[in-house]
Nanobody, 127 residues
Framework: QVQLVESGGGLVQPGGSLRLSCVGSGGTFHEYAMGWFRQPPGKEREFVSAITRAGTRSYYAASVKGRFTISRDNAKATAYLQMNGLSPEDTAVYFC????????????????????WGQGTQVTVSS
């Protein structure tokens, strides 16, 4: 059973940056594609970014492209989401998710594609 634990959320001013981390355990991390999703207050959960198991390909929602960067360090069983240029519209609970074991070179953008989820970390962007 894969377990995912997010960290790095918090309160940040508009224009600021945060880096979220997602540590995986209980599985072979490098065999899993990873994704980040978020749920704004009062809204449905939405896709943010995804990365292949080797980290060679990634994909972003239009709302975050150019501001957020997804990455992973398989040796540390950790995925990251670097968030720059944050705005109040980025306020949400952020979740990491894992899909696998899966094939190489594929990322996933639907929450139904993922079989493991973290508990979430709150990101609040406010002055």
């Amino acid at each position: 059973q894969v377990q995912l634990v997010e960290s790095g959320g918090g309160l940040v001013q508009p224009g600021g940056s945060l880096r979220l981390s997602c540590v995986g355990s209980g599985g072979t991390f490098h065999e899993y594609a990873m994704g980040w999703f978020r749920q704004p207050p009062g809204k449905e959960r939405e896709f943010v970014s995804a990365i292949t198991r080797a980290g060679t390909r990634s994909y972003y929602a239009a709302s975050v492209k150019g501001r957020f960067t997804i990455s992973r360090d398989n040796a540390k069983a950790t995925a990251y989401l670097q968030m720059n240029g944050l705005s109040p519209e980025d306020t949400a609970v952020y979740f990491c998710a894992a899909r696998g074991p899966t094939v190489t070179g594929v990322y996933y953008t639907r929450d139904s594609d993922y079989n493991y989820w973290g508990q979430g970390t709150q990101v609040t962007v406010s002055s």
